[in-house]
């Protein structure tokens, strides 16, 4: 939230809660490169109040998705003891491609979170990876995935299949075709 301690005062909580709204609006059309004016004009303030609240445009990002982060690691415990842990991993690794096409330029960021500590999704990345490699690691047990999967290869795979149905908006069905095309590889048979 803001950089102070001290509980907001309500009317920089609406403040606060309209320019993560508009910013979510503004990245969903523009992608995550808007112009953050644009973004602070739509919510009704100044851009120093967004720099009050988001000191750059890595905290603003941040904030818009940390609720998405939160869903999909929520969704990650609910899968945790699902009876097919194959099925399990293909349903969070469908959440993952459906998150990263959300917004455009998203995916590209969550592909170079691991090697850029200053992006925006470097710390979900850790998380991310985590609750992957929990997801893996059981259906490696089961048998139904290979053991020399990595949950990197898998986290940069659904990044790349979102970035592939990105660029092409008009083939609604490629990053499902994409991703069952990658299961086929990932599987012991």
Known sequence: MGTSTRPMRADARRNYERLLAEARAAFAEHGTDASLEDVARRAG????????HFPNRQALMSAVFQDALTALLERSRELAGAEQP??????????IITHAGEYRGVARALMSAPHDASSAFARCSVPLREAGERLLVRAQESGAVRGDV???DLMQLTNAIALAAEQAPEDTELADRLLRLTLRGLRTC
């Open 45 to 52: 303030v100044g851009i120093g109040t967004l720099y009050r």
């Open 150 to 152: 990595s949950v990197d």
């Open 86 to 95: 194959c099925t399990a991993l293909v349903e969070w690794l469908r959440a």
